[in-house]
């Protein structure tokens, strides 16, 4: 049956790798690096009940699954040239063809819409009584090119791409844990794009190539914006030896309808602040740097906001309206 599921499901998106090259099939993947490239490796495993909801459709596992992935290459400046799979299916899942059909087109509908190849190399498939899947993505990269967390300097301006705290109100939603109140104050529209967001996340692949020799530093925003901005300060001040922090407005987050709502009624900062599931990019850049860089977001139709500034000293302070301590200070998701 495993070798049935690989054929039927998987095969077809092994398709694309250069002539001399090999995906599925044999023992083990060939990809050829080009000269003067690194080769830049992600990897993320989802488990059904923690990750998502046990009645996430399969097409917006297998999407998400991948986007996640394109979004850590996105991050580090690095082009995909391909995914691996290791997938453990509950016998329900696997002896169902329009759950294995929907799965495969989810892989497949994501990659289309990046217009880029990226295809599957190799994998796994085993038995299990929960659906848990992990994606490793390969990227290349030109040889100390690569954007890192670790090159922040005080000074630098904070940005991140699109909106924040829709993957939050997203969950949220599929969840059901928000109050009737707060939630007969969104549209049916907020709700789609919510949800929507939360479940096929897009990767900001073209804005990952533009980020070099431009940006500092970059991570992408997948445990919330507070936490993951301060891995970029805690890499950064070990490489420098010296503290860094962060200040942050409150009033410049990039904000989608529904949540900006939700803080109009509720001031429920931590949605933007710490929410996760977001998959943007945060990123710090020079101030000489910055026209530059929006100039090549707008070429890509992507929204780059300017959020706030590296400080030379420890911890992130969050403003409103240049008032500090506004909010407390929300921690982001937790893994254990």
Known sequence: MEFDLIERYFTP??????????????????????????????????????????????????????AVNLSD???????????????????????????MADFSQG??????????????????????DILT??????????????????GAEAGDIVA?????????LGLALALDTLSTELKTGLSEQDQRHALNYLNRP????AMGQCLYPLANSAIDISDGLLQDLGHILERSSMSTGKPLGARVELNDLPLSSGVRKLV??????QMPLSGGDEYQLCLTVKPENW???????????????????ITGYAGIELTLCGEGDAVPDFAGFQHF
């Open 13 to 66: 998106l092994s398709l694309g790798l250069p002539e001399g090259d090999l995906s599925i099939g044999d023992d083990g993947a060939l990809i050829t690096i080009p000269p003067e490239h690194q080769l830049v490796v992600v990897t993320d495993t989802l488990v059904s009940g923690v990750h998502f909801p046990h009645e996430t459709r399969a097409y917006d596992i297998a999407w998400k699954a991948l």
């Open 73 to 99: 290459l996105a991050a580090m400046g690095a082009s995909p040239i391909g995914f691996s799979l290791g997938l453990s299916l509950p016998k329900t899942c696997a002896e169902s063809e329009q759950w």
């Open 107 to 128: 892989f497949h509908d994501l990659v289309a819409s990046t217009g880029m190849k990226i295809p599957l190399v190799g994998g796994d498939t085993t038995r299990s």
């Open 133 to 150: 899947l992990t994606v490793s993505a390969k990227g290349v990269v030109r040889k100390g090119r690569a954007v890192l967390r670790s």
């Open 160 to 168: 991140v791409t699109g909106v924040l705290g829709e993957g939050a």
């Open 202 to 205: 897009i990767p900001q692949l």
């Open 264 to 269: 109009a009624q509720e001031a429920l900062w």
């Open 291 to 309: 026209s530059a860089l929006q100039a090549l977001a707008a070429e890509h139709d992507v929204v780059l906001s300017r959020i706030g500034e």
